[in-house]
């Protein structure tokens, strides 16, 4: 079960991986200062998920207009995430939660997806500039994609 609306959102640091290098990405940094949305997602290279988030890719500009950061994330090391990135174009910033830290303290671990073990769920929050959970969502099943209509709804309330 994923977090509850109306709490805080738990805080973290995540690595991302571009032209760069490695970097670390602190969710609380955006408090403050904009929305963020958290898209969980099972496993970089999979069908549903590259076109989740090349969907959303294509739609940045919806997001960043209603003033909010979008962040992907999964369980897949930074270097394969910035492969896959490269190779669908996608722009969200992904990041890696490879000791599935995140995934747990959101509620969204999905067990034993295909048999190789745990990932985490499809899943998506919208969190507040005060750090409070104020949209959240979990699909039934990976092969369902959230609802982006009441994303959207939500980070324009």
């Known amino acids: 079960m994923p977090i509850p609306v109306g709490t805080k959102a738990p805080d973290f640091t995540l ?3 571009n032209a760069e290098g490695l970097q670390d990405v602190k ?6 200062q904009k929305q ?9 290279f999979t069908s549903v998920c590259t076109q989740e988030m090349c969907d ?14 979008v962040y992907g994330i999964s ?18 910033t992904l990041l ?15 067990p034993n997806l295909a048999g ?20 959240a969502e979990q699909t039934p099943t990976p092969k369902d994609l ?3 209509a009441a994303v959207k709804a939500a980070l324009a309330k």
Not at 96 to 110: E, I, M, Q
């Open 116 to 135: 190789i073990g745990d990932t985490s769920a499809r899943a998506a929050f919208v969190i507040g500039q005060d750090g409070i959970v104020k949209y």
């Open 146 to 148: 959230p609802n982006f």
């Open 96 to 110: 890696s939660d490879l000791n599935k830290t995140v995934t747990r303290a959101y509620g969204v671990v999905f």
């Open 75 to 92: 369980v897949d090391s930074p270097f394969a995430q910035e492969a896959w990135a490269k190779q669908n174009k996608i722009g969200v």
């Open 27 to 32: 969710l609380s940094a955006n408090f403050g």
């Open 56 to 69: 959303i890719s294509s739609g940045l500009g919806q997001f960043s207009g209603l003033d909010a950061q």
């Open 15 to 17: 690595k991302t991986k």
């Open 36 to 44: 963020t949305v958290l898209l969980f997602f099972p496993l970089a």
